[in-house]
């Protein structure tokens, strides 16, 4: 197999973590036969530093003629006073909508080893298997009008949250589908005892399950999800919802696992999909040698699972994940009493050195 990949390893910690997977990446092509060419680009703060936008446009060119795109991280407080336009996040979601990346996949899954992580109790989390399916290029991040305006009191602020009938339907497909390859339960959350957007949410993802007969449809308003993943999260195999609650509820599940730095993610919807973990840049821990670069390796395995169905490849990076942990190795934000503290690239090899007994 060829592929071309492009690499936006991104800002702070991105620049860590990116490496670790790419070096993963080499040994699973070298050990199999397949061929990835990795091109790298600048997006997010980098990119505005060197060419004065988040999103440049030989990136974006980048992005659309590879087969995949590997994206570490993006932002930090050196960039937060300029307009929102010019943000680095604005690079993510020029992304998601000029690749047409509507479905965000967000695996909240707990290592057996790291239950004593987690700040929930073990009985609680022990078995937790939850997928997150997010609506990505609709809803209030994208609706019109928007905007901050002045008037004669002061100022308003105006977003608007907008789905189509089509928007909801494309992503209820993609929870229901994914079900069928799991335990065959879907719980759409949405807010629509007070929302007209989620009133029509709930209306076309109740017909689009007709198709899908085997698997099992239930509701819950966003504000009781956000207390069941705290309560009884075992009770959710994937959960569907909207862009705003998505980003917001998927972030809850990860803490659940007990960090956000060990959890990958997909973004699916086109030909090109884009992998990355969910955390952040963590500019206070850059060039330090501390990020955990699990969460980035873990979304290359999804990488190769989605866009390359290489599925005996990306197990073999999740097996050696696992081995890692059983194994006591953790970094700084899932060290434990009793485990080995590793470096950013003291685990990345770790985890290499694993893949290669397998």
Request: proline content about 4%; overall charge negative; some cysteine.
């Amino acid at each position: 197999m060829k592929k071309k990949i492009a690499v936006f390893s991104g800002d702070g910690i991105g620049q860590e973590i990116v490496p670790e997977a790419i070096k993963v990446l080499d040994a699973i092509g070298s050990r199999f036969g397949h061929a990835f060419a990795c091109e790298y680009a600048q997006v997010g703060g980098a990119a505005i530093d060197s060419a004065g936008i988040p999103l440049p446009s030989d990136s974006l060119a980048l992005a659309k003629e590879s087969d995949a795109v590997l994206l570490g991280a993006v932002g930090g407080p050196k960039w937060e006073g300029l307009d929102y336009e010019r943000r680095p996040e604005r690079a993510l979601l020029g992304l998601r909508e000029q690749l047409g990346l509507f479905a965000n996949l967000r695996p909240a899954k707990i290592y057996s080893a790291l239950i004593q992580a987690s700040t929930l109790k073990p009985e609680v989390i022990d078995g937790i298997d939850v997928l997150v399916v997010r609506e990505l290029t609709g809803g209030i991040y994208f609706g019109k009008p928007k905007g901050i305006e002045t008037t004669p009191t002061g100022h308003r602020g105006v977003n608007t949250e907008v789905y189509t009938t089509e928007e909801i339907t494309r992503i209820a497909h993609v929870a229901f589908k994914s079900a069928q390859k799991r335990r065959r339960l879907v719980t759409s959350i949405d807010k629509a005892n007070v929302l007209e957007s989620s009133e029509l949410w709930r209306r076309v993802v109740i017909e689009v399950h007709k198709s899908y007969p085997d698997v099992e449809l239930r509701h819950m308003y966003v504000d009781n999800c956000a207390m069941q993943l705290v309560r009884n999260p075992k009770q959710f195999d994937v959960i569907v919802t909207t862009n705003l609650f998505g980003d917001i509820l998927s972030d809850e599940a990860a803490m659940l696992t007990g960090s956000i730095g060990m959890l990958p993610s997909a973004s699916i919807g086109s030909t090109v999909g884009m992998f990355e973990p969910i955390h952040g840049s963590a500019p206070d821990i850059a060039g330090k040698n501390m990020a955990n670069p699990i969460g980035t390796i873990a979304s290359l395995a999804m990488m190769l699972n989605y866009s390359f169905d290489l599925s005996k490849e990306a197990e073999l990076i999740e097996q050696a994940i696992q081995i890692t942990l059983d194994q006591g190795f953790r970094t700084k934000d899932i060290e434990g009493e009793g485990t080995t503290l590793l470096g950013t690239k003291e685990m990345g090899e770790t985890i290499l050195q694993n893949l290669g007994r397998l």
